[in-house]
């Protein structure tokens, strides 16, 4: 199978087309861009003279304005509500890395990836703000880099509108200063589909899908074997490319040594840790998630268990018409065999590989969780628009204002969300102000539920005897409590566990109703 541009520049793996046939118009819906731009009223030039390259001009920055205008609305509408506090998931992966605090249970389902990529940042400074503004910078780098192996594959406009359907996501744009996996894993889903369609008629492109494989790996072990298999699966049915096998199993293989060496050290085999990873997810069997899934289209960040109602149900619709548009682009890719079915039908197999243990074997759902789906669908439902729009110019329009009603709907959700967000972890850091004004100080022990996030924030460790994060017994809180300040929090008015039944409630302001009972004080050993 031979990929070609469409972008009017040399194609991979295709000799440079005579300069006649290169200014010759393209013919009707045979590619994102003509070979040459035409003049702006949209005529064939007149013979002898060669259009103006303004549109081509153009469209080569469009990526790169994408890439910025993401930059800008995380810096300006997400980071600063966002810019003192962590999330939940946030404080696990930034305390593994932190040298100011005891790291907190690091439970089955999770990789070492998210910890890696802020190593850098939490051995300058424990700045919250620091931290948002870099992974905001990264992200939106990254964005431009994945999307631009792209370009001659499908042509710079698909490419910078592929990018902008992907970042103007309310969800894109929440989790790109966050640090949490799965914007990366859909970025380095992005980059591998790329890198591996080019491969057969590029030198480096191999190691380039091995590298991004690994790194999908090491941020997110099992989600890389789901990319990976339809990768190997056109690597086998398709000749011309089962040189690149070695890549596609080297790469995971290399990215998850990490994960298999930890399956080994604390659960006792890959096996026993898928098991326990199951468990943690509730139980992976084969189970219908939509309904879920649309629920928790626009909100809440985490649906376990997944009880809300739609938040604005008539902002899902861009949802709803995904897989239709899908089915369009694979529908034109078959028609254009040779150009357009690679580059149709590989990122769609992915994104729906990849969205099989989350629509399919999970009982809960969360918006992030279809990031990789949605980045790599972007793609060919960007290839179905620019057709659209290039058939008239009514179509044009009408596609530019369907465009601007899914961002406008999209900024709408945006601020609802950074807004529930903001306050969630402001309680997590109230309740954190609470349990230092009661006197504790590393090394300190915070229990119950919400421990984790708050423990980070108050600067102490952090367990669990029960639920998905259970790290402990009772009988060791009782005695690490015997050496140091230890305090077990409960909400909602809710008693606290038997062994802290004699410990000395105090109401935590700022918390909306959570208490945190704390133990009898003790001479340190």
Request: charged fraction near 15%; proline fraction near 9%.
């Amino acid at each position: 199978m031979t990929i070609h541009a469409t972008d009017g520049t040399t194609g991979v793996g295709r000799r440079p087309a005579p300069v006649a046939q290169r200014l010759a118009p393209a013919a009707p819906g045979r590619s994102d861009h003509r070979p040459a731009p035409l003049p702006r009223a949209g005529r064939p030039a007149p013979p002898g003279r060669v259009p103006p390259q303004w549109p081509d001009r153009r469209a080569q920055f469009a990526l790169a304005a994408v890439a910025i205008a993401y930059a800008l609305v995380q810096l300006v509408l997400v980071v600063p509500h966002l810019a003192h506090d962590l999330g939940w998931d946030e404080t696990v992966y930034v305390s593994q890395v932190d040298p100011r605090t005891p790291a907190a249970y690091f439970s089955a389902p999770r990789s070492r990836g998210t910890s890696v990529l802020v190593a850098p940042v939490l051995a300058l400074t424990d700045s919250v703000l620091a931290l948002r503004v870099t992974l905001a910078l990264l992200s939106a780098a990254a964005l431009y880099a994945v999307y631009r192996i792209w370009r001659p594959l499908t042509g710079r406009t698909t490419t910078a509108l592929a990018a902008l359907l992907f970042a103007g996501l309310w969800i894109t744009e929440l989790s790109g200063p966050e640090a949490m996996p799965n914007l990366w894993v859909a970025l380095g889903a992005v980059a591998a589909t790329g890198w591996f369609l080019r491969a057969p008629a590029e030198p480096y492109a191999g190691w380039w899908t091995a590298a991004c494989l690994a790194a999908v790996a090491l941020v997110r072990a099992p989600d890389a074997g789901w990319l990976a298999l339809p990768l190997l699966a056109t690597a086998l049915l398709v000749r011309s490319r089962r040189r690149v096998l070695p890549y596609l199993l080297a790469g995971p293989a290399v990215g998850a040594a990490e994960w298999v060496a930890e399956a080994y050290v604390r659960f006792g085999g890959i096996g026993q840790r898928l098991q326990v990873s199951g468990a943690t997810e509730g139980g992976m069997r084969p189970h219908l998630n939509f309904y879920n899934a649309w629920r928790s289209l626009n909100g809440p960040e985490l649906c376990r268990p997944c009880t809300v109602q739609p938040h604005h149900p008539e902002l899902t619709l861009w949802w709803l018409a995904l897989p239709l548009l899908a089915a369009v682009a694979l529908a034109l890719g078959l028609r254009d065999r040779e150009r357009g079915c690679a580059r149709t039908a590989v990122p769609a197999a992915a994104a729906v590989f990849l969205s099989v243990p989350y629509l399919l074997l999970l009982g809960y759902s969360a918006p992030r969780f279809l990031l990789p789906a949605y980045a790599l669908l972007a793609l060919p439902v960007a290839g179905v628009l620019v057709r659209v729009a290039r058939a008239g110019r009514p179509l044009a329009l009408a596609v530019g204002l369907v465009l601007a009603l899914q961002l406008a709907s999209q900024y709408v959700v945006l601020r609802h969300e950074v807004a529930n967000v903001a306050a969630t972890d402001q309680r997590y850091r109230a309740a954190a102000d609470g349990l230092r004004a009661l006197g504790l100080r590393a090394p300190c022990l915070v229990a119950g539920p919400h421990a984790l996030p708050v423990g980070y924030d108050a600067g102490c460790a952090s367990a669990e005897t029960s639920g998905n994060n259970r790290s402990t017994t009772a009988g060791s809180i009782v005695q690490r409590a015997e050496r140091e300040p230890t305090a077990v929090l409960t909400a909602g008015g809710g008693r606290p566990p038997h062994y802290a039944r004699d410990w000395r409630p105090y109401k935590l302001p700022g918390t909306h109703g959570w208490t945190a009972w704390r133990a009898p004080r003790t001479t340190p050993s």
